[in-house]
């Protein structure tokens, strides 16, 4: 079974730019939520998709946006980019929605932001 | 509000040596579950166990064991006779039924050298 992956892996951006991350989760799995990694503050919960619907949201600006499509495929938009914006960002698919469930983690997409 | 944490930023041990990471979380929640992953250097987190807030059951997988007590909110991972294979940051995570947010610790780095 082929596991989570995100495009692109790497990305350099300039500030007031705006940027989009794609990922698709393992098969059978309909919720994926996103998560930004930073040395500063660690993993932070961005949000979550399940059945195209935003389920959860974490405490971002509004700049951070998402969508899931049909075949559970998401992507997440940052707009107007910011340095602090620099960071991690992983993709996590599940079978449900659920708050017991395991998250299965993608590689990431590595963003500067110059 | 929910919280989790990993007060052991980095940890360096000398392989076969045994090593307790500790985690200890917060929530008013009664029905939650905590999870430990494991980032190794290619940053993809990988899930090793999640845990209901109803069972407090040790478990023992091969070298890895966890140690619950909902008496003192704690959730701590024991590896038994490190490896070198097992250096990379270890997080500990909550999630909350009321809340359905994974939130993470903030990762303890481990070096296990040879």
């Known amino acids: 079974k082929a596991g989570v992956t995100q495009t692109p892996r790497y990305l350099i951006k300039t500030r007031g730019q705006q940027v989009t991350l794609s990922c698709s989760p393992i098969?059978?799995?309909?919720?994926v939520s996103w998560y930004q990694q930073t040395p500063g503050q660690g993993l932070q919960f961005l949000f979550e998709?399940?059945?195209?619907?935003?389920?959860n949201k974490g405490n971002f600006p509004g700049r951070f946006s998402g969508r899931q499509f049909s075949n559970s495929r998401s992507e997440m938009n940052v707009s107007t980019l910011e340095l602090g914006d620099s960071a991690l960002y992983l993709c996590?698919?599940?079978?449900?929605?659920?708050?017991?469930?395991?998250?299965?983690f993608g590689p990431g997409t590595r963003l500067t932001v110059l | 509000a929910q919280k989790v944490t990993q007060a052991q930023t980095e940890i360096s041990v000398v392989e076969k040596e045994d090593v307790t990471l500790d985690c200890v979380y917060e929530?008013?929640?009664?029905?939650?579950?905590l999870f430990w992953y494991k980032q190794p250097p290619s940053g993809e987190l990988v899930f090793l166990i999640r845990?209901?807030?109803?069972?407090?059951q040790n478990e023992i997988s091969g070298r890895y064991s966890w140690n619950f007590q909902k008496s003192t909110s704690s959730f701590n991972f024991t590896i038994t006779a490190s490896q070198v294979v097992d250096s990379a940051v270890y997080f500990c995570?909550?999630?909350?039924?009321?809340?359905?947010?994974?939130?993470f610790g903030q990762g303890t780095t481990l070096q296990v050298k040879p």
């Open positions: 996590a698919s599940s079978l449900s929605s659920a708050y017991y469930n395991e998250q299965f």
């Open positions: 098969s059978g799995h309909r919720s």
């Open positions: 998709y399940f059945s195209e619907t935003q389920r």
């Open positions: 929530t008013r929640d009664t029905t939650y579950y």
């Open positions: 845990r209901n807030s109803f069972d407090e």
């Open positions: 995570a909550l999630s909350e039924a009321r809340s359905r947010k994974l939130i």
